[in-house]
């Protein structure tokens, strides 16, 4: 086996090395985003949380100033009402009356104030009690997440170690650049970065190569790029089964049965080629003389018995004429 056989057939085995590698890498570098997701859910969800019990914090607030408010509202309202029984001149009901409506009219306000704020204090109690639970919740799964990343990631770490040794067992006696260039392709080219031949056409890019091209990677002197997607290209008889230098004996043994004892009866078929007549059909030129001659004279035959019926007609036409001046000479000779 020649140098670059050798070498093909190191990168082949290098090829599916580095190319679980590079899948391990990526899916380690994966596990660790379902975990951030889960993170920034409950990030977002403790923030949300935080917002909310600052509003229901002050919610409560207003609830008990409110009450304090309602308190001496009532004790206003009490006060002036316990003065009416001391109360001597109209003058003095009808103000110490408008205290007692005004502190009535005070403690009903702010009562209303007060259960509607009670209210929302019980709704965002609510609403702040299912947001902890919730959080609880995605915390937990969150912990069972990192559990399971971390478990996977050690596996993973494991096969990446070992692919790692297995790499190093193949890379002596490649050249470091070839190396570089060649794990490059596969990172780039979904895990393939070598490839063989088949019908002048690289299996990796589908497109035809240059006869030229084709035939250095058969000289198999240099390792060699496809020029049009960048992957190594080599030349396997496992593949192609046959020499693609042309045509080889089979191709024209095909080719050969191409034109068949058919083809000319297929291309002549129909009399469709001019001045060419099957057997059967051969003209003979002498006959088609002969027979031309027979019909002119034929033509002059019925041209001459035309002309001797025209003659016999203006005869009998003479012969009546001549009988007609007999006749009137036979009638002048009886008048006289």
Do not use: W
């Not at 250095?216 to 020029?227: A, K, M, S």
């Not at 099957?278 to 002498?286: A, C, F, L, P």
Request: aromatic letters at 6%.
């Amino acid at each position: 086996m020649t140098t670059i056989e050798s070498t093909i057939e190191k990168l082949k085995i290098l090829q599916e090395i580095l190319s679980a590698k590079f899948a391990v890498q990526r899916e380690i570098e994966d596990l660790p985003r379902t975990l951030a997701t889960k993170k920034e859910l409950v990030s977002r969800l403790k923030k949300a949380f935080v917002e909310k019990n600052e509003r229901y914090e002050e919610t409560r607030r207003n609830v008990a100033n409110l009450r304090i408010k309602l308190q001496e509202a009532e004790d206003a309202r009490e006060k002036y009402e316990s003065q009416m029984d001391q109360i001597t001149t109209a003058r003095e009901y009808d103000a110490l009356e408008k205290e007692i409506r005004d502190a009535t009219d005070k403690e009903q306000g702010y009562r209303r104030d007060l259960q509607k704020e009670e209210k929302d204090l019980q709704e965002q109690r609510q609403r702040i009690e299912r947001e902890e639970q919730m959080i609880k919740t995605e915390e937990e799964e969150l912990a069972l997440e990192r559990e399971k990343i971390d478990s996977e990631t050690a596996v993973r770490k494991s096969t990446l170690t070992e692919l790692e040794k297995r790499e190093q067992e193949i890379v002596p006696g490649l050249e470091s650049e070839l190396i570089f260039k060649f794990e490059r392709i596969i990172r780039s080219k979904a895990g393939e970065g070598i490839v063989p031949i088949k019908n002048g056409v690289c299996t990796g890019c589908q497109m035809i190569l240059p006869n030229q091209f084709v035939n250095d990677v058969h000289l198999g002197e240099d390792i060699l790029f496809c020029p049009y997607c960048s992957k190594i290209v080599f030349f396997s008889a496992e593949v192609t089964g046959e020499d693609e230098k042309g045509f080889s004996d089979s191709d024209e043994e095909g080719l050969s049965d191409l034109v068949d004892d058919d083809f000319d009866d297929d291309l002549f078929e129909d009399d469709e080629l001019v001045g060419y007549d099957s057997e059967d059909d051969i003209v003979d030129e002498e006959e088609v003389e002969e027979e031309e001659e027979e019909e002119e004279a034929d033509e002059d035959l019925l041209d001459d018995d035309e002309s001797d019926n025209g003659l016999l007609s203006e005869e009998d036409e003479g012969i009546d004429d001549e009988e007609g001046f007999e006749e009137e000479d036979d009638e002048e000779e009886l008048e006289d």
